[in-house]
């Protein structure tokens, strides 16, 4: 009995609760010392160059205690929470985002201290900068900070008797000399473990928890996404496996399910993020919902019904039509997540939609296009509803690798209404500037091309732009959009961190036959880091097949600038002219609409990591396979193009049916493959260019009437 007790205690401490946050708990009160180190270069004064621009936060040239602060400091974080008159960006995008169940606050030192201070306890990098700032204080009789929190009983962590969560940020070092770049930063649980506070006349140890950034000479309030966020987000969610949402980067190693980096947007975001405010999925990790949307049925993904009653809105095809009605996303938390019906094998990921409708610039919250509050040129005018798939990450509960998974970097891609796209990569005549926020000059621009809906890429994804001797991508091949031209229309808007085309803002029905589609997204499991590249680790989790299905998705703006949602899972017509590209296989039905038209053709986006020994591209030639017990119908008029290589595979048990005045045309570097039964309708004709690539494998031919094969 006593082994059995002791068991039992030892599997109840193995339990991971996502809501219980990685090294910090994401509810409750949680107070922050801020120190502000600013270097005055006495040994290397050269170095104060870059930094000598006055903004926001001036150079000082004696050693002092909170002289010259900066000027943002309570623009950046509140010193008391007053719920619904939040100020500081810090406290309040935590605060809108948990629905006040995570209230940040804090108080600020600013320590001017000299580079031969730092040399003398060694090399001049973050940790001695920190410890040579702890010493100062401390010489100068202890804490002391701008707004008088100069107790141990604001920053102690559940009567510890330690400081608990400390932050630095750095005005004037650099990677090279001192650690980290302007807008660079790290979470740790370890920072100064081994140093000691003075406080009141008594010396208090830290808890390690904290992060250190170098924020520069601008104004890091400005931006809710930016670096400070980050970094503190990373205590909440998860290391640096839980980059996403545009706040990833090439210098981690864990897999990730695609292989460009990915745009979004979220807590987890950082410079490639397009809104500032969070997401359903981070809201969901947390267990943050609001009080309206609170039930007794553990319901962590909720909307309304028509009768304005929370209701769960997880749901998959099980649960059949579902009508949903979506406020504001960030006001009431309101979102729909849809699992993906198919995948390509039982260790693969699974997939889900995610739908939630962002009133942006009318809900009166943090919640807009990055950096549109500071410059003209970014889009103001970006309400609507914001759509992305969540690979994998799917457990909030249990052993500390299945709710941490150290393999699902960069879980979330983007569905934007614009659809998905081939791009061309163009070298610019000469060297422009966009004359919007951005980090450099660019030489190069991008061209929006043909429409892609399976395999095609968006303007927040990086763009693999390998040259004609690569055999493997490699980072160096990535691009991001800077310009995007759609046409002769240039738009230089930033399109990297999100424009206009991405939200659902007027009626939409969505399907298989749309871009985007309503199909699953195809993943290829990758670590692609500066140094090294590893592509085979975890095949076994990847989806490389698009799954036709009913899955119908329409979406209707609303009173109030609500909208409805309506899910169905036989919306099997497909009513506009489309181009497949891939790996596409069709387990339940299709149809064609009259005088409607399908390409199946060369992909021409980047999809896999090394070149197709076929096509000699970067992506394997297209087939579409009819799985046994589907069908697929081309109805009167309506035309199927198979070009470039591509297949059509009409499996045992399946049936292609062909209505009259239908084509089906093959052309002569492409196949047709019959091994279920293909039927010709009276009219309709199957037009194969090379004879040789009509492979009858025991299948059944039917033609009637005046159908022709020829």
Request: glycine share 8%.
């Amino acid at each position: 009995m006593l082994l059995l007790l002791l068991l039992l205690v030892g599997i109840a401490g193995a339990q991971k609760n996502s809501w219980d946050g990685w090294i910090v708990k994401p509810h409750g009160e949680i107070r922050m010392l801020n120190f502000f180190v600013n270097i005055i270069y006495d040994v290397n004064p050269e170095r104060e160059k870059p930094f000598a621009k006055v903004n926001h936060w001036n150079t000082v040239l004696l050693e002092s205690l909170n002289q010259n602060p900066p000027d943002y400091l309570l623009r950046l974080m509140d010193t008391t929470y007053n719920a619904g008159k939040l100020y500081g960006c810090i406290t309040r995008i935590y605060g809108e985002s948990s629905f006040d169940d995570l209230q940040i606050t804090g108080d600020f030192v600013v320590v001017n201290i000299k580079e031969s201070r730092v040399l003398k306890i060694g090399p001049f990098n973050e940790s001695n900068i920190e410890k040579a700032a702890i010493n100062f204080i401390n010489e100068q009789g202890g804490l002391r900070t701008i707004y008088g929190h100069d107790d141990i009983s604001y920053y102690d962590v559940n009567g510890s008797g330690k400081i608990g969560f400390i932050q630095f940020f750095f005005r004037n070092i650099t990677r090279e000399y001192g650690g980290d770049n302007e807008g660079s930063g790290y979470f740790s649980s370890t920072l100064l473990r081994n140093e000691n506070l003075l406080i009141n006349g008594s010396y208090y140890p830290f808890s390690g928890i904290g992060t250190a950034q170098c924020v520069g000479t601008h104004d890091v309030s400005s931006n809710p996404t930016g670096i400070v966020q980050h970094e503190i987000s990373h205590s909440f969610f998860g290391p640096n496996s839980f980059h996403t949402s545009g706040g990833n980067h090439r210098r981690s190693s864990e897999y990730m399910p695609f292989l460009p980096l990915q745009g979004g947007y979220g807590l987890m975001g950082g410079a490639g993020s397009s809104l500032v405010s969070c997401n359903g999925y981070e809201r969901w990790r947390m267990h943050w919902i609001h009080e309206s949307n609170r039930n007794t049925n553990d319901w962590w993904i909720v909307a309304r019904d028509a009768n304005d009653n929370p209701v769960n809105a997880d749901i998959s095809r099980e649960d059949g039509v579902q009508t949903f009605i979506l406020r504001d996303f960030v006001t009431y938390g309101d979102a729909v997540r849809i699992k993906m019906p198919y995948k390509d094998g039982e260790n693969s990921s699974n997939q889900y939609i995610w739908l939630e409708n962002h009133q942006s610039g009318r809900n009166n919250k943090l919640d807009f296009l990055q950096f549109a509050n500071e410059n003209d040129c970014r889009p103001k005018n970006v309400a609507g509803v914001y759509a992305y798939y969540q690979v994998g990450r799917d457990v909030l509960s249990g052993s500390n690798q299945e709710v941490y998974s150290s393999n699902d970097r960069d879980n979330l891609k983007m569905i934007p209404a614009e659809g998905y796209w081939n791009y061309t990569y163009h070298i610019a005549d000469t060297v422009y500037n966009m004359k919007c926020i951005t980090w450099a000059q660019h030489d190069f621009y991008h061209s929006r091309e043909t429409e892609n809906p399976f395999c095609g890429t968006h303007d927040m994804e990086r763009q693999f732009v390998p040259s004609d001797e690569v055999q493997t991508i490699s980072c160096a091949d990535e691009k991001p959009i800077w310009r995007k031209n759609l046409g002769r229309i240039e738009n230089d808007s930033l399109v990297a961190n999100g424009d206009a085309s991405d939200m659902f803002c007027t009626h939409r029905r969505l399907n298989m036959g749309t871009n985007p589609s309503t199909c699953n997204t195809k993943t290829f499991y990758n670590s692609m880091t500066t140094g090294r590249c590893q592509y085979s680790a975890q095949l076994s989790r990847n989806t490389q097949t698009t799954y036709l299905t009913g899955l119908g998705i329409e979406i209707t703006p609303i009173d109030n600038g609500y909208y409805r949602i309506d899910v169905r899972w036989d919306d099997y017509d497909i009513t506009n002219d489309a181009i497949w590209t891939g790996r596409i296989s069709l387990k339940e039905k299709a149809v064609l609409t009259s005088k409607k038209s399908i390409t199946l053709t060369q992909n021409l986006t980047v999809a896999q990591p090394m070149r197709d020994s076929i096509t000699n591209l970067f992506a394997p030639p297209t087939v579409l396979t009819c799985e046994g017990g589907s069908e697929f119908v081309q109805r009167s008029g309506s035309i199927v193009s198979v070009e470039e290589q591509s297949s059509i595979v009409i499996e045992t048990g399946s049936v292609y049916r062909m209505e009259p005045k239908s084509k089906l045309k093959v052309d002569r570097s492409s196949r047709l493959v019959v091994r279920g039964t293909l039927i010709v309708g009276d009219g309709a004709q199957v037009i194969v260019k090379a004879k040789s690539n009509l492979d009858h494998e025991g299948g059944n031919i039917v033609v009637e009437g005046k159908g022709k094969i020829k």
